[in-house]
């Protein structure tokens, strides 16, 4: 196949849309491999060096040849120091055909590859002019040294090419370009997934990503990204590189790369580390195509606000009730779902953010008469505009913290990326990330986001952070007495509502000074307790006495904290765990409230599963269900 | 804007209608009025043994009106007796300019021109089983006898009840009617004073209501209240008032008590609400009450209130 299959349906010359991309600052440069004479793309990380693609005349099986009479191989390079590469080599005699291979995608171990090639590579067949030997994927399995077990991909058909591979990092997604009728027109992006041990139908990425002309290159980086080049959306000119990223199901608008990565030229065929900080990609900038490094500058944001929680937890009160006893009326609220609390001053917990209607009748308690009949109140409750970082506040060394950046509440502001920096500045990485702290101490953990391009070319930036307290060891509190609960339990209270006890596991860290550590324990084993019990109300009466006696801590030792963390049953529908869990967090929060304890002494967090304990002992493969943590520390 | 505007805006706007009612209405739940002889003692619930009333005639009504007082006369078994009826109570109606306007008309104390206006209509009774349990007529008066006042939306009528001598308490209701005979209400008539003397239920569940009217230059009202006798619980309600309780007078003293008014109390009417002892019968009780804002000038009872009952609207605030 001709090289000019390629420039077919990769390389199409744009509308003179020029637009002028604002230069992060990448390094971008030339790779000592590439030759000017010859072409060399689509750049694949292998075993420390290269695999490639190129037309460099390195061998004598020259056969179906471009108006150069060059072929496409696959090669590889690798370094010969930590500067210096070596001569570029065929990779592989097994994948080697009579006709043009690659470009290759490998799996995450190496063990397999996916790579273009055409159809038929029967030399009887070859036909220079012949466009009718299309392109497919094929795939090959690496025993004993040698490349073999060459299969055709499963969708490959005679009549349309199928070319590009890219495998997703874990393996199960497979993205590819194709011109298979349905699609936007020209090549178009898709995708398949693993299942039932073969590749599922087919997806085209959607009319977001794929335009008329051509989609192609697809480069399938960690945390979501996916890379691509394309002559249909406006560039500099030629074919540019862009990143997408599918967010609850849907591909955001194509982000256009860096001004000095792409050109009025053809660029295209891009790999990158998994935080971008560095790669390669493929340009014909210099007339033939040739393989470019780049290198990018850190992300750096401005500032980072440090995260505000949000509270539903509020006091009602009639502001024009003088607060005097003598006054004999009773204030009755109604907060909807039969939840009913009585008193001139209430607290209520919301469950989140939304419109909620309060009604209030108030009753004379000498005549029974209704003085105030169904008074409502509107209240509308927002999330504070911010990125927010879910995780706990506190953890062990050697223990992965979990970080979830997807609860974010920002208007007009679409994510296009996730930089997270724990200390060794920013870096790319996935909504939700994991972190094993090494050494105990305090760390600040920021999670910065940028946002779709503005019309005027900027990119909006968030930034927020967050403390986290990392010990060497937690010392788990084994409560005695009564209500050893191992599970969850069901339990009717007298009023016959349904409540839930939840098991509560106690940490204390070693900041906390030996006399104080025994001092908190003799307070928690006088409750005997070691569930908390929430019904619909909140938490119940029958966890007043435990709740006061950690009231009773707090107190008495204004220089401890102490860290809930709730991770509610699995008997809800998986969406809705973490908003029970955070709306006992609030119930417990507005506990505590009512006990004049401040946030700054206590914070409750809710999770969803997936969170092991603290406790060292258990593996962090097991997900935890209906559990409440309560760490006291050191302020 | 003037408070009179606002009380003809009331009068137009109010839902409730407007007809002229005895005074005492029925909504205060106040069973009579009550004045005293001129020798009796200020002990037993009078503090002046005057009483004086407005009743506003709506400038709609041209036809002739009559003022009935109910058992005018001192003597039988509902009015009040001391050792043997001895008393006359006189009763007179006024007239013509300056009957409502002059400052002395609107004052608690009865100093100065009181009996401002033309003396229309008088007469003592003293004990006379001819008015005992009944209604007497005083009239007709033309109504544009009355003195014109546009603040109120008519003509202005004024009947003072004045204990002339002995020391019994003489016990009544007034009407605002068109005819002489019998109790036919005048649309849009009402009854108001500066100064209510009133005979409170014997009921121990009977809760009493007056509806003073607040004014918009007020920023506080005091409450005054004379020979409650520690009667249960006086207690203020209004838009922005639940149920402040008043201080209360014991035996022929006066009680005043302050309270700020808020904005949404301007130009709108509060109650005041008595409600008995629970705990111990006090039967035939009379008590004087007055309300004065800040400059000390008395705000007028309206036997209907202005603007209807005032409902108390909690202003609900989460924080």
Request: charged share 20%.
């Amino acid at each position: 196949m001709r090289k000019h299959f390629y420039i077919i349906f990769f390389t199409t010359l744009l509308t003179n849309v020029v637009l002028q991309g604002q230069s992060q600052g990448f390094i971008v440069k030339p790779t000592p491999f590439s030759s000017s004479t010859f072409d060399e793309f689509s750049p694949v990380f292998y075993e420390g060096g290269i695999v490639f693609c190129s037309n460099q005349s390195n061998n004598s099986l020259v056969s179906y040849q471009d108006e150069q009479s060059r072929l496409f191989k696959i090669c590889l390079v690798t370094k010969k120091d930590s500067t210096e590469w070596k001569y570029p080599k065929l990779f592989s005699k097994e994948l080697t055909s009579d006709f043009n291979d690659g470009p290759v995608t490998f799996s995450k171990n190496g063990n397999f590859i996916y790579y273009s090639r055409n159809n038929s590579i029967k030399n009887l067949l070859r036909n220079i002019s012949d466009t009718s030997n299309k392109l497919g994927i094929y795939s090959a399995e690496f025993i004993n040294g040698i490349w073999t077990n060459i299969k055709p991909f499963t969708h490959n058909n005679q009549s349309n090419n199928f070319c590009t591979p890219s495998l997703d990092p874990d393996g199960s997604r497979i993205y590819f370009s194709s011109d298979m009728p349905g699609g936007s027109g020209g090549m178009d992006l898709y995708y398949c997934d693993w299942r039932n041990d073969d590749w599922d139908q087919p997806v085209n990425l959607g009319p977001v990503v794929n335009t008329q002309k051509n989609e192609s290159f697809p480069f399938a980086g960690r945390y979501g990204r996916l890379y691509f080049a394309s002559d249909g959306h406006n560039g500099l000119g030629g074919k540019d590189l862009f990143y997408t990223r599918e967010i609850n199901g849907d591909w955001i608008a194509p982000v256009h790369l860096d001004s000095a990565i792409n050109s009025p030229a053809d660029d295209f065929g891009l790999v990158a580390d998994s935080t971008f900080k560095y790669g390669y990609f493929s340009t014909n900038r210099r007339k033939s195509d040739d393989i470019f490094s780049f290198s990018s500058p850190p992300v750096e944001f401005a500032s980072c606000d440090t995260i505000k929680e949000d509270n539903y937890c509020f006091t009602f009160f009639d502001e024009l009730h003088s607060q005097i006893d003598t006054i004999p009326v009773i204030y009755r609220w109604d907060f909807g779902n039969g939840i009913v609390r009585t008193g001139p001053e209430v607290s209520h917990c919301f469950p989140g953010p939304g419109e909620y209607s309060v009604m209030l009748t108030i009753i004379d308690e000498l005549t029974g008469n209704v003085i105030a009949d169904k008074v409502t109140y509107k209240a509308e409750l927002e999330n504070i505009k911010q990125p927010y970082i879910n995780s706990y506040n506190v953890s062990i060394v050697d223990k992965p913290v979990f970080f979830d950046g997807q609860k974010i509440n920002l208007i007009d502001f679409r994510v296009t990326d996730y930089l997270w920096n724990f200390g060794d500045g920013f870096n790319p990485g996935a909504p939700f990330m994991s972190k094993t702290f090494k050494n105990e101490g305090e760390y600040t953990v920021r999670l910065g986001l940028l946002g779709e391009e503005d019309t005027l070319g900027l990119i909006p930036k968030k930034c927020v952070m967050k403390k986290i307290r990392i010990y060497d060891n937690l010392q788990e509190l084994t409560l005695k007495g009564r209500g050893e609960e191992s599970e969850v339990l069901r339990v009717t209270e007298p009023v016959g509502e349904q409540s839930k006890a939840i098991p509560v596991k106690i940490y204390l860290t070693d900041d906390l000074p030996q006399n104080q550590n025994a001092g908190i324990k003799e307070v928690l084993n006088k409750s005997g307790l070691s569930t908390l019990k929430f019904d619909q109300y909140g938490v119940t009466s029958s966890s007043y006495q435990l709740l006061d006696n950690i009231a009773g801590i707090l107190k008495e030792n204004p220089d401890t904290r102490l860290e809930i963390a709730i991770h509610a049953t699995e008997d809800r529908a998986p969406g809705d765990k973490l908003m029970l869990s955070e709306k006992w967090a609030q119930e417990l929060s507005r506990y505590f409230k009512t006990r004049k304890i401040g946030m700054e002494s206590v914070r409750c967090k809710g999770f969803s599963t997936a969170h092991p304990v603290l406790k060292p002992s258990v593996s962090d493969n097991i997900t935890i269900d209906g559990i409440i943590e309560l760490i006291f520390m050191k302020k | 804007m003037n408070r009179y505007l606002y009380i003809i805006f009331f009068l137009l706007a109010s839902r409730i209608p407007l007809f002229s009612q005895p005074a005492p209405a029925a909504e205060e739940n106040i069973p009579y009025l009550i004045t005293f002889g001129g020798n009796a003692e200020t002990t037993w619930g009078d503090d002046d043994f005057c009483q004086i009333f407005f009743c506003v005639i709506p400038s709609s009504q041209t036809d002739p009106v009559y003022i009935r007082i109910f058992d005018p006369d001192t003597g039988g078994d509902l009015d009040e007796l001391k050792a043997g009826f001895n008393t006359v109570v006189n009763f007179s109606i006024y007239t013509g300019d300056g009957c409502w306007s002059d400052t002395s008309a609107q004052s608690i104390y009865l100093s100065g021109n009181f009996r401002s206006g033309y003396l229309a209509s008088s007469k003592s009774f003293g004990s006379d089983p001819k008015y005992n349990n009944k209604w007497y007529s005083f009239g007709p008066f033309n109504p544009f006898e009355g003195e014109n006042v546009d603040k109120l939306g008519g003509r202005v009528l004024k009947i003072i009840a004045q204990g002339i001598s002995g020391d019994d308490g003489n016990i009544y209701k007034y009407f605002l009617s068109t005819s002489p005979s019998e109790n036919i209400p005048v649309e849009g008539g009402n009854f108001f004073t500066y100064k209510y003397h009133f005979r409170l239920s014997d009921d121990q569940k009977h809760v009493c209501q007056i509806y003073p009217f607040v004014d918009e230059e007020a920023i506080s009202i005091e409450i005054s209240n004379f020979d409650w006798d520690n009667d249960g619980i006086i207690r203020i309600f209004s838009v922005a008032k639940n149920g402040y309780l008043c201080d209360v007078s014991g035996e022929d003293n006066w009680v005043v008590r302050k309270f700020p008014i808020v904005s949404e109390e301007k130009n709108s009417t509060i109650e005041i609400q008595f409600i008995k002892n629970q705990f111990e019968q006090i039967r035939n009780n009379n008590v004087v009450v007055a309300v004065r804002n800040q400059y000390g000038i008395a705000l007028p009872f309206y036997v209907i209130p202005i603007g209807g009952i005032p409902v108390y609207s909690p202003k609900i605030r989460m924080r």
